[in-house]
C-alpha cells in the first residue's frame, strides 16, 4: 500500500442480510456501516444494485472518496471459486442457483479491485490479523451454528486446498452409520451439533434420559417448540442436570474431530466463533477434555482452545483485510 492511508470495503452476506462497511486500513476499523434486507438482493441482479448504493452510502457517511477505496471483499455462504471470483448455489439463497461472475460485475460497475471468498475462510483471517488469533501461525478456525464450518492457516497463510474446499471439518466423519447428511455422507459431525441437531437430541433426551430436566422444562413452559440451543445452555447453567449432559456432549463430540486435526496439523490455536459456541465455559471445558484424552499429548498440550472475539463484525473485516492484502499481494498474517 505504499505507506498511504486508504480504505477497503467488507461484505458479509447472510441468508437474511448483509452487512457492509467501510474500513480504515491503517488499523483495520470500521467506519462506517449499513445493513442489506434480504428482499434487496434476493436475485443477483439486485444485488448488483443494492451493493453500489450501499457503498456510496457508507462512503459519503465518512467523507470518503472513491478513488480511496483500495479494495472490496465479500464474503459468501455458498461454494466459491476465490481464483475466478465466481460463486455458486448459496444454499439459503434460493434465487442464487448456478454460477455468478461476481467479481466481474463489480469490478465493471465500480472500477475497483473486488475480490471473494467463503465466509468461514474470511472470518478466520479478521480473528488471525485483529482477533483470537493474532500473532498466530498455524491456526483452525470454526463457526458453530446451524452448520459447522472450517477455515485452516498455515504458516499464516490460509490453506484451500486442491479444490478450493479445504476445512469443511462439519463434514468429517463421527459415527460409521450415523444419521445422513445433506452432503451425501453419514454421520457426520454437522449433524450432531449444529442448532438443530442440539434439539433434536435434547428432545430424544427428554422422552428417554432419566436425568433430572425440571429447569429446562419449567424455562419453555412445556413446549418443546420452544426450545433452542441458547435455551437449553441457560438451563445448563441453572443447574439443569438433563442440559448439562447435552452441552457434555456436544463438547465431546466437538472434542473427537478436532483432537483428530490437532493430530494432522499440529495447530498453535483452535479459534471457534457462532452461536453455539456462546454457551461459552461449559461447552469449552468438554472439548478441551475430549482433546486431551484423545489427541496425541505433544500437539495436545501445545494447542490452545480460544473463544473468537469479533462476534458478528468477523465477516466485514476478514472481507476487507483479505480484498487489500490480495491487491497488494501481502502476506494476510
Not at 452487512?19 to 445493513?35: F, M, P, Q, S, Y
Not at 432419566?210 to 440451543?229: A, E, F, G, V, Y
Not at 472434542?255 to 453455539?276: E, Q, R, S
Amino acid at each position: 500500500m505504499g505507506g498511504s492511508t486508504g480504505y477497503a470495503i467488507g461484505i458479509d452476506v447472510g441468508g437474511t442480510s448483509i452487512k457492509l462497511g467501510l474500513v480504515c486500513c491503517d488499523e483495520w476499523n470500521i467506519t462506517a456501516r449499513t445493513v442489506i434486507h434480504g428482499k434487496d438482493y434476493e436475485t443477483p441482479d439486485a444485488f448488483l444494485t443494492s451493493i453500489p448504493a450501499a457503498i456510496e452510502k457508507v462512503c459519503a457517511e465518512a467523507h470518503v472518496r472513491r478513488e480511496q477505496v483500495l479494495g472490496i471483499g465479500i464474503g459468501l455462504p455458498g461454494c466459491v471459486d476465490s481464483l475466478r471470483g465466481i460463486v455458486k448455489d448459496i444454499t439459503n439463497l434460493p434465487n442464487w442457483r448456478g454460477e455468478f461472475t461476481i467479481k466481474k460485475a463489480l469490478e465493471s460497475l465500480l472500477g475497483i479491485p473486488t475480490y471473494i471468498d467463503n465466509d468461514v475462510n474470511l472470518m478466520s483471517i479478521a480473528e488471525l490479523v485483529r482477533g483470537a488469533g493474532n500473532g498466530c501461525r498455524n491456526m483452525l478456525c470454526v463457526t458453530l451454528g446451524t452448520g459447522v464450518g472450517g477455515a485452516i492457516i498455515i504458516d499464516g497463510k490460509l490453506y484451500r486446498g486442491s479444490t478450493l474446499s479445504a476445512g469443511e471439518i462439519g463434514h468429517i466423519t463421527l459415527f460409521k452409520d450415523g444419521e445422513p447428511c445433506n452432503c451425501g455422507n453419514w454421520g457426520c459431525l454437522e449433524r450432531y451439533v449444529g442448532n438443530a441437531a442440539i434439539v433434536n437430541r435434547t428432545v430424544r433426551a427428554i422422552s428417554e434420559s432419566s436425568l433430572k430436566k425440571d429447569i429446562l422444562m419449567k424455562s419453555i413452559h412445556n413446549d418443546l417448540s420452544r426450545l433452542t440451543p441458547k435455551i437449553i445452555c441457560g438451563a445448563a447453567y441453572d443447574g439443569d442436570e438433563l442440559s448439562q449432559h447435552i452441552w457434555e456432549e456436544t463438547g465431546s463430540y466437538i472434542g473427537i474431530v478436532f483432537a483428530a486435526m490437532v493430530n494432522v496439523l499440529n495447530p498453535d490455536k483452535i479459534v471457534v466463533g457462532g452461536g453455539v459456541a456462546q454457551c461459552g465455559n461449559m461447552l469449552f471445558k468438554a472439548i478441551r477434555k475430549t482433546i486431551n484424552e484423545r489427541a496425541m499429548p505433544v500437539p495436545a498440550e501445545r494447542v490452545e482452545l480460544v473463544p473468537a472475539v469479533l462476534g458478528a463484525d468477523a465477516g466485514i473485516y476478514g472481507s476487507a483485510i483479505y480484498s487489500v492484502k490480495t491487491e497488494f499481494h501481502e502476506e494476510i498474517g
